[in-house]
Each structure stands twice: as C-alpha cells, then as structure tokens.
Nanobody, 115 residues
Framework: QVQLVESGGGLVQPGGSLRLSCAAP????????MAWYRQAPGKERELVAN???????NYADSVKGRFTISRDNAKNTVYLQMDSLKTEDTAVYYC?????????WGQGTQVTVSS
C-alpha cells in the first residue's frame, strides 16, 4: 500500500501564506505525476496543481500566480506553497500520485482561510 502523508494545513488570515508538504516513497516520486487537489464543502474535488517527473507544472486558473508546486527529491517530498490566500481557498487539500491507471491519495489536510 502506497502512503502519501500530507502536513502543513491550518488556519490563516486572508493574504497569508501556508506551505503544504506531501511525503511519498522515492519509487513513486521517480515515476508518478504528483498533484494537489482540494475539496471545499459542498463542492467537487478539483485539481489545484500538478507536476510530472520532467518538472512540467500546471495550475488551476484560480491559483495561478499565487500557488507554487515543487519537489525535493532528497527529502522525498512534494510541496505546495500557497501565498496571498483567499477565503475561497478554504478546503481539504489532498496530495495524489498518478501513473497510467494507478492513482494514490493522501488523507488530506484542512486549510482554512478566515479573519
């Protein structure tokens, strides 16, 4: 069973920053496209950002210019740096790994943006 472990969520004021971390097995990071999704109450889960093994990145329009996905292969960790946070960014954030028909998910971490 592949384990993806997220951390770094919490409560932050609008305009603030948070960095989410996702620890993953090295074998996953070397092969899988890594992504961050989020799901707000009453809404469907949506893609926030992803990055393939070549380092190519994609972002949802709603987070472009504010969020940055990155990876540290030495630490077997993928990050989501979130700046200029807005109340509408409030959601549970999930780390995921995708390769062909295989997809793995983390347990999620809550991000709440509120004054």
């Amino acid at each position: 069973q592949v384990q993806l472990v997220e951390s770094g969520g919490g409560l932050v004021q609008p305009g603030g920053s948070l960095r989410l971390s996702c620890a993953a097995p090295r074998s996953i990071l070397s092969l899988y496209t890594m992504a961050w999704y989020r799901q707000a109450p009453g809404k469907e889960r949506e893609l926030v950002a992803n990055m393939d093994i070549g380092g190519n990145k994609n972002y949802a329009d709603s987070v472009k210019g504010r969020f940055t996905i990155s990876r540290d292969n030495a630490k077997n960790t993928v990050y989501l740096q979130m700046d200029s946070l807005k109340t509408e960014d409030t959601a549970v954030y999930y780390c995921s790994a995708h390769f062909t028909v295989y997809t793995y998910w983390g347990q999620g971490t809550q991000v709440t943006v509120s004054s």
